[in-house]
Structures are given as C-alpha cells and as structure tokens.
C-alpha cells in the first residue's frame, strides 16, 4: 500500500500525534489492515475501532501493539438499545442487549478505553419516561457485564437537531440525567464535539461531569450542514473545535482524541459534495490530524 503522508510526519506544533487517534470510520472501506499501518506511520496514540472491520481479522490485539497503538474506543455492532436506521435487528432491546453483552468478550481481547453505546431513538409503542428507564436499566446491565471483563461503556449523547432518530439524550448533563434514574456510575460519557459543540453551557457541563467523560470524538461542523454524515476535517469547517479542544483539556481530560468523519457517499442515503470518504485513505488520515495537530491547544481561546 503507498501512503503519501505528506506533511503528517515530524509535525511538533501544539498537540502531538500521539495524543490522537483516528476512527477507522473515517475511511470506512479500508482494510483495518491499512488502518492500522496509517495510523502508526503518523506516531498516532491509537485507532478508534468500529466492530463491522474487525470481522474475518486475526491477532489485532498484537498487530496494533507491533505498531503501538492502543483502541481509544470501540464501536461494536448493534450498540444501541433500540433499534434505529443502521441497526434495525433484531427489535426488542432486551434482544439487543443481550447480543451486545455476548460481543463483549472479543472486545475485551482488544482493551478499548471505552465500548460506545447510543440508546437509539424511542420506541413508537413506549412513553418518553418509560423509554427512558428501560434505556438505563439496559445500559447498566450492559456495563456490569463489562465491568467484569474489565471494560468500561460509554454512552454518547447525539445532536439535537438529529436525536430523534437516534438517541434519547442529546447534552453530557442528560446522559448523565439518564443513567442516574438507574442508580448507574459504571456508564460513562464519549463526547463528541460534532454532537455537543454547540450545547448550551458545555463548558459548566464539562466542569460538572468530567470525571464521567472517557472518550471524545472529535470532527467540525460543516457551516449550514443538513445531514448528520456530514462532517469537516478539523480546522475545515466552522473551525469550532480548537475552542472546544480547549475546554475539553481544561476540564481534565486525558485521554487520546479521535478525530471520526462521517461523509456520506451514499451509502447512507444523501451523498454529500465533496464527499471527503472518496479521498485516499492516506490522505483522510493525514487531515485527521493535520488539523488538531496545527491548531493546538490555546488557540481556540
């Protein structure tokens, strides 16, 4: 595989490349295979992974290690409680769960940071505050079966203007609103700056909550976007994030950053122009985190 790197290696300013990671995601038809070599050449920290890669693949735990990565987080398939658009079975959430817990044991082979959950959109046939329960019932059932196996689960609140079809929560405070109707501290919170940049008081919400924060997504808003696999390379786009990369280390987060692009193809249904999923894989890569990279914390203030 040639990978022009271009200007990605040797990079010094602000952050380093080994305080990022990438979202396998974000070239989501390379081989994890690719991934991972990409990901190592540019002296990343890790590879956010996504569990539809890792079918048919054989000892990654030790190729990531070879090429020093860690997981910064996995996205396993069926990781909602409820069915929505990209994982509609089977139906019932207790179904789901159960499915989710039996794929638990192969992501721990792998020690991701954090397993990524979503609730997924509320049922047509359940109350919100119903809806509500079930969902952190389920998610801490979920973590508890993680915790032995020594995983931790994340849940990611999904933007407003979009939570409807995926997600009963949409800030970090009502995520963690949620999970303590379950009496739950074991679920935690990925942060997406795509989801909650631009949440009404997110630096309070960070101040509050940054002991549940264990993971972070990182992607800029594209100016007027209309679909949610629209997405900007950082510094791309409404170049909201070195102001979010900014409280979100201020609030005490140490962990990698994972730069996810979502740019719909048409895969899922509404290509976007110019669809950055149509570069090279090395070129996506190298943008990932050329960006945070340039941008460096302190300049967003």
Known sequence: MGMDLGG???MTVGLQPARLSVSSISSPDTPLADDIALAGALGLGGLGLWGYKLAGEKDVPQRLADAGLEVSNLVPRGNSIFPYALSRDPAAPTDRVDRLIERLTAAAELSPRCVVCITGPRPPDMS??????????LLTQVADAAAELGLVVALEPIHPRISASFSLVSTIEDAVSLLAQAGSDRVRVLLDTWHVGDSPDLAGQLARHAKRIVGV????????WSHWAQRAFPGEGAREVPGLIDQILAA???GLLDVEIFSDDGRYGKRVRPSLWELGAAEIFRRCVGGVVAMGPGKGR
């Not at 919100?128 to 019932?137: D, F």
């Not at 997504?217 to 007027?224: K, L, M």
Request: without cysteine; aromatic residues 4%.
């Open 8 to 10: 990605a290696r040797g």
């Open 128 to 137: 919100e505050e119903r809806a509500r329960e079930v969902a952190a019932a």
């Open 217 to 224: 997504h990182v992607a800029d808003r594209v100016p007027g």
């Open 252 to 254: 005490g987060f140490g």
